[in-house]
């Protein structure tokens, strides 16, 4: 039974995610920074989840890396913006476009390696 790309990338890309923000937040709480300077860094772990998320989904896929890669990204952000938007009525952003455009990218640079990783 073969599973999914786009599955066992989001499964590889939230996992990443949660231990990217479980560290991030533990820092947060160590320090003195205050939250609003976290922007790059949430974008950075955004960024390098959906870049393993790529490379799982781009070994999973026989071909077209950067289009399993990049779909990842398209629905990774559509998810991240769901949640934002169901749980604390956030609306639609600038920064949640910078995150679209970053994912789709990291994405896709990860799909194309991943299926060259699994030749």
Do not use: C
Not at 5 to 29: E, H
């Amino acid at each position: 039974m073969k599973q999914s790309p786009l599955l066992s990338g989001l499964t590889a890309a939230g996992l990443f995610m949660l231990v990217g923000t479980l560290t991030a937040s533990l820092l947060l709480l160590g320090t003195k920074w205050p939250e609003s300077a976290w922007f790059g860094t949430t974008l950075m772990i955004h960024g390098i989840s959906m870049f393993l998320g790529g490379l799982m989904s781009g070994k999973r896929s026989a071909s077209k890396g950067w289009y399993h890669g990049g779909m990842l990204g398209i629905v990774y952000t559509l998810l991240v913006w769901l949640i934002g938007f169901l749980a604390f009525d956030h609306g639609f952003s600038k920064g949640m476009l910078q995150l679209g455009g970053l994912a789709l990218i990291a994405g896709a640079l990860g799909g194309m390696i991943g299926v060259n990783l699994k030749k």
